[in-house]
């Protein structure tokens, strides 16, 4: 079946404009997570759903970062006003349930000039 | 602070060569999670260790998990090139507020030499 997908796959925007990422989670899964991976680090969680319920944003760097998944289903990452340090790998993965595995996608790589 | 740390940072072995990449976590968990990731691709899960206890093998890669020590360890035998990846670890931790958090380690970078 088909696995977690990501769009755009790469993104360069200019400082100061707003960016919407993608992710379409494999069917059926109640968990997505979002994680920003900077070049060489690790992925570090930004936020979680279960369903449509936003049930974690603790890791959102600022309030310049959004995210939905109005339907429970598709999810879209939302950055306004882009700064340079916002330069890295969006990873989003989807699950079962919360503690089980997760699936991830390829990420979109956004540069910010 | 929830802290997951790996070392070493990086490897290079030769093929053939047996090697053990660490895991330490700060706070209670009962979840651990291995992944591996190719230069530019995604992450592809590799294990998942739910007590303490558990070992799980995987082809020439072997998981254990030691709760009580707080540590898990990656163990690779007798390398091939194709193992060459970056290595994470991820641990689901509680936090003071009791909330859960997903925390990944910093990485381990794998070059196996021919």
């Known amino acids: 079946g088909a696995g977690v997908s990501q769009s755009p796959r790469y993104k360069v925007a200019k400082r100061g404009q707003d960016v919407a990422l993608r992710c379409d989670p494999i069917?059926?899964?109640?968990?997505l997570f979002w994680y920003q991976q900077a070049l060489g680090q690790g992925p570090e969680f930004l936020t979680y759903f279960q369903n449509e319920a936003q049930l974690d944003k603790s890791g959102l760097p600022s309030d310049r970062f959004f995210a939905e998944r109005p339907e429970g289903s598709v999810s879209t990452l939302k950055i306004q006003r882009t700064q340079q340090e916002d330069s890295a790998v969006y990873l989003c993965?989807?699950?079962?349930?919360?503690?089980?595995?997760?699936?991830f996608g390829p990420g979109t790589r956004l540069l910010v000039l | 602070e929830l802290k997951v740390e790996q070392n070493p940072l990086f490897l290079s072995m030769q093929e053939g060569k047996n090697y053990t990449i660490y895991c330490n976590y700060s706070t209670t968990s009962d979840r651990l999670y291995w992944y591996r990731q190719d230069p530019g691709k995604s992450l592809e899960s590799l294990f998942v260790l739910l007590s303490n206890g558990a070992v799980k093998q995987e082809g020439r890669l072997m998981a254990s998990l030691d709760t009580k020590a707080r540590l898990s360890t990656l163990h690779i035998t007798a390398a091939v090139h194709d193992l060459s990846a970056t290595y994470f670890c991820?641990?689901?931790?509680?936090?003071?507020?009791?909330?859960?958090?997903?925390?990944f380690g910093t990485g381990t970078r794998l070059k196996v030499l021919a």
């Open positions: 991820a641990v689901d931790m509680a936090s003071s507020s009791g909330t859960y958090k997903y925390i």
């Open positions: 993965a989807s699950s079962l349930g919360r503690k089980e595995t997760q699936y």
């Open positions: 069917s059926g899964h109640v968990s």
